[in-house]
């Protein structure tokens, strides 16, 4: 065992599995400046289901971050020194981050990691294009260290890109640096030699998912439910600009409120 699962898990919770307070007050704060992502003649969905379906949204992007932070650990467990992962600017002065960076003796890693390999033509060709940036930002800034730059996707079932990238690694990419494309264990098989370490991830997000497995998403009753009537409350003395919106006689606010105030009782 690198890292016990409660610390694992409290992390994990940490990241994502936050619906307290804050959670409902930021939630009513990006509904009222986002009025038409939820009504509109336009929108098969109610504003509750689309609610729900951006808080899903929200989730995975959440769990994305959290795969970045606990591989950064373990990387570390691994014997590696972390490196600042804001590495410099791109040649028109845009500031690069990578998702992991790292060092050992005298060879830099970079790898910029996804949950899955699912993306369109174009977004494919613009993820490339930034992965590219950060090898030659690397290249610029550890002048003469190998660098072996690796694109991860930990979900391995989805491997809908791989051959392009692959023809961009071989044809695109500067001669003296190992770039490579991995899938889920590949990556602590082939580039760490510690399939140990994947294994230990793997059984702990399982063995996490079967503890959620009855959790079903609920979000407060925004008409009647206390949770609700105490963000208002707050919104009012914090943001009193934004609940005058929410009060206001303006279309989509109206919209708004007859399908998640329909009886007012909150508002009163």
Known sequence: MIKPYEEFSNILRKRVGNFGDDFIYNLLINIINNPTRY???????????????????????????FMEEIITQYIEHMG?????????NDEDGFPLSADQVFQRDDVIY????????DHDSTKKRGQFLNFKKKVNCLKEKYPGKQIIAVM????????????????????????????????????????FN????WEEIYAYLLRNK???????????????????????????????????????????????RSELFPTGKNLR
Do not use: H
Request: a neutral charge; proline letters at 3%; glycine letters at 2%.
């Open 210 to 256: 079967i503890e959620r497995s009855q959790d079903v998403l609920q979000i407060p009753d925004f008409d009647t439910s206390n949770e609700i009537y105490a963000a208002l409350c707050k919104l009012k003395a914090n943001e009193p600009r934004l609940y005058k919106k929410l009060m206001s006689d303006d279309n989509r606010y109206r919209e708004l």
């Open 152 to 191: 991860w996707f930990v979900d391995e079932s989805l491997v809908k890109n791989r051959r392009y990238y692959q023809e961009q690694m071989l044809n695109d990419m500067p001669k003296d640096v190992v770039a490579e494309i991995k899938y889920g264990s590949a990556l602590f098989i082939e580039v």
């Open 80 to 88: 590696y020194t972390n490196l600042l992962k804001n590495i410099g």
């Open 39 to 65: 009504t509109g003649v336009f929108r098969l969905t109610n504003a509750k289901t689309k609610i729900i379906q951006n808080v899903t949204q929200s989730q995975e992007i959440k769990f994305g971050d």
């Open 110 to 117: 970079l790898i910029e990691q996804k949950i899955r390999d």
């Open 194 to 197: 510690r399939p140990e370490v």
